[in-house]
């Protein structure tokens, strides 16, 4: 069974920091990638990294490159999303999911394509005050 983790988030100051993690489990986590995507109430799911497992190749969305890196623990089947200079606009519930296609979940993270991943786990909530 397919199995996402998120934890690490929690309240912090705008210009803070906080290091996301997504621990997976249920698949063979080298022949996957993992994407990071938030989501305000009312608002639609936005991408926001994607790395893939075996390659290390990653990809950002334009709003957090540069505040955000995305690495992964292979060892650990465990991704992390590295936040600092928050900002009040970054306040979300963060996501993961997994993909076997870096390159298709790559446009989705980027808003290029629509598709609907079946395994998502339970959010970790980021508050950022100003």
């Known amino acids: 069974e397919v199995q996402l983790v998120e934890s690490g988030g929690g309240l912090v100051q705008a210009g803070g920091s906080l290091r996301l993690s997504c621990a997976a489990s249920g698949f063979t986590f080298d022949d996957y990638a993992i994407g990071w995507f938030r989501q305000v109430p009312g608002k639609e799911r936005e991408g926001v990294s994607c790395?893939?497992?075996?390659?290390?190749?990653?990809y950002y969305a334009d709003s957090v490159k540069g505040r955000f890196t995305i690495s992964s623990d292979n060892a650990k089947n465990t991704v992390y999303l590295q936040i600092n200079s928050l900002k009040p606009e970054d306040t979300a519930v963060y996501y993961c999911?997994?993909?076997?296609?870096?390159?298709?979940?790559?446009?989705?993270?980027?808003?290029?394509?629509?598709?609907?991943?079946?395994?998502w786990g339970q959010g970790t909530q980021v508050t950022v005050s100003s």
């Open positions: 999911t997994a993909e076997p296609d870096f390159f298709l979940l790559r446009a989705v993270v980027a808003g290029l394509r629509r598709y609907e991943y079946d395994y």
């Open positions: 790395i893939s497992s075996s390659e290390g190749t990653t």
